[in-house]
């Protein structure tokens, strides 16, 4: 291969052209990429774009296309110095958190992003975001599955989307930074997670794991919730753990019998709990106050400060490796990937 960078387009705004339905993915994304940076290319590292097929909208993610991505990236492993991942910007956190858990320590660098409106439209932001991502492609060791977005390095598993109406479109609530792209570039290569050239990555196709289909569910905490919502989950078979959002630090409603019931129902049905914070930043205490402390008693893990989309991935990754209930008590609280922060 002569390209140093393969591009993976899956879909997502950056790519998509107006048709009379609306936005939709369009194919023939290298043509434009190369007409968008204009004279900026000849700075770039050289690229070939792979278009997924079909092109979706970032709507319809499932588990499903992450396997797909990690096994087209073991696929291309040998022939490329670096990746890069056009998604959209939706479901983007889900993606960097699941290929994050799934890939580990990378000795090449994935780097992901996106765009707010779409390439070769009048203000897009696409054009910055790809000569970023291009830019950090090879430039730099990065071992993190990470995003660029709006001249900012962030590990994928940290990432949130906090506007649909801003080109700032993500942050990470509760870390760090990787890097900051202005009219310099830093990077924070001591923020990282630390590579080994003799990591999973060596041999891709041992993280290609199968997920299983609503094997994670989501239940949001709030006042006067009917009971079917989280009910429902206990007699679905498929459904094998579920993310409780709950308040502030971590706090349920400790005097509604009918949700210390759920909790303790499946507990004996073997289904795991995880405790995440419905706020945007800090994390979970559990027992701090006396209406989180009945938690633990129940097998409640917590979430310590990861986001909603980090727990769901790593539980749906925890699962499809094969771990048992058993198991994702023992191993909840490792940090494979800088998920939390280590206190």
Same mark, same amino acid.
């Given at each position: 291969?002569?390209?140093?960078?393969?591009?993976?387009?899956?879909?997502?705004?950056?790519?998509?052209?107006? =048709?009379?339905?609306?936005?939709?993915?369009?194919?023939?994304?290298?043509?434009?990429?190369?007409? +968008?940076?204009?004279?900026?290319?000849?700075?770039?590292?050289?690229?070939?774009?792979?278009?997924?097929?079909?092109?979706?909208?970032?709507?319809?993610?499932?588990?499903? #296309?992450? =396997?797909?991505?990690?096994?087209?990236? +073991?696929?291309?492993?040998?022939?490329?110095?670096?990746?890069?991942?056009?998604?959209?910007?939706?479901?983007?956190?889900?993606?960097?958190?699941?290929?994050?858990?799934?890939?580990?320590?990378?000795?090449? !660098?994935?780097?992901?992003?996106?765009?707010?409106?779409?390439?070769?439209? !009048?203000?897009?932001? /696409?054009?910055?975001?790809?000569?970023?991502?291009?830019?950090? +492609?090879?430039? #730099?060791?990065?071992?993190?599955?990470?995003?660029?977005?709006?001249?900012?390095?962030?590990?994928?598993?940290?990432?949130?989307?906090?506007?649909?109406?801003?080109?700032?479109?993500? #942050? =990470?609530? %509760?870390?760090?930074?990787?890097?900051?792209?202005?009219?310099?570039?830093?990077?924070?290569? !001591?923020?990282?997670?630390?590579?080994?050239?003799?990591?999973?990555? =060596?041999?891709?196709?041992?993280?290609?794991?199968? *997920?299983?289909?609503?094997?994670?569910?989501?239940?949001?905490? #709030?006042?006067?919730?009917?009971? +079917?919502?989280?009910?429902?989950?206990?007699?679905?078979?498929?459904?094998?753990?579920?993310?409780?959002?709950?308040?502030?630090?971590?706090?349920?409603?400790?005097? %509604?019998? /009918?949700?210390?019931? *759920?909790?303790?129902?499946?507990?004996?049905?073997?289904?795991?709990?995880?405790?995440?914070?419905?706020?945007?930043?800090?994390?979970?205490?559990?027992?701090?106050?006396?209406?989180?402390?009945?938690?633990?008693?129940?097998?409640?893990?917590?979430?310590?400060?990861?986001?909603?989309?980090?727990?769901?991935?790593?539980?749906?990754?925890?699962?499809?490796?094969?771990?048992?209930?058993?198991?994702?008590?023992?191993?909840?609280?490792? !940090?494979?990937?800088?998920?939390?922060?280590?206190?």
């Amino acid at each position: 291969m002569s390209a140093k960078v393969l591009i993976l387009y899956t879909g997502g705004t950056i790519g998509m052209i107006q =048709t009379e339905q609306g936005l939709a993915p369009a194919s023939g994304l290298q043509e434009r990429i190369e007409m +968008a940076l204009g004279m900026s290319i000849n700075t770039l590292p050289s690229f070939e774009v792979l278009e997924i097929s079909p092109l979706i909208d970032s709507a319809n993610i499932t588990p499903k #296309h992450w =396997t797909k991505l990690v096994s087209i990236l +073991a696929t291309h492993w040998q022939d490329y110095d670096g990746f890069v991942i056009l998604h959209g910007t939706d479901t983007m956190a889900y993606t960097a958190s699941a290929l994050s858990f799934m890939l580990g320590a990378c000795t090449k !660098n994935i780097i992901l992003t996106g765009s707010q409106i779409p390439l070769g439209m !009048n203000r897009s932001d /696409a054009t910055s975001n790809l000569q970023a991502a291009l830019s950090l +492609a090879i430039s #730099h060791r990065i071992a993190d599955v990470s995003l660029v977005f709006d001249g900012k390095l962030m590990r994928g598993n940290r990432i949130q989307k906090i506007s649909s109406g801003r080109f700032e479109a993500f #942050h =990470t609530p %509760n870390d760090d930074l990787l890097g900051e792209l202005a009219i310099g570039m830093q990077l924070y290569p !001591n923020r990282m997670i630390k590579s080994n050239d003799e990591s999973v990555t =060596t041999l891709l196709e041992n993280n290609i794991v199968s *997920f299983k289909t609503g094997a994670v569910g989501v239940v949001t905490l #709030h006042p006067s919730q009917p009971v +079917a919502i989280y009910l429902s989950l206990l007699d679905d078979d498929n459904c094998k753990a579920i993310v409780l959002l709950t308040y502030g630090a971590g706090n349920v409603p400790d005097q %509604n019998p /009918a949700f210390l019931s *759920f909790l303790t129902e499946a507990m004996l049905r073997k289904k795991n709990i995880v405790n995440l914070t419905q706020c945007l930043h800090g994390g979970v205490s559990q027992g701090a106050y006396a209406a989180g402390s009945i938690l633990s008693s129940m097998n409640v893990l917590s979430g310590r400060d990861m986001t909603l989309e980090a727990a769901f991935c790593k539980l749906h990754w925890l699962i499809a490796t094969g771990e048992s209930y058993y198991g994702i008590l023992e191993k909840w609280n490792t !940090n494979y990937c800088g998920e939390f922060t280590l206190q």
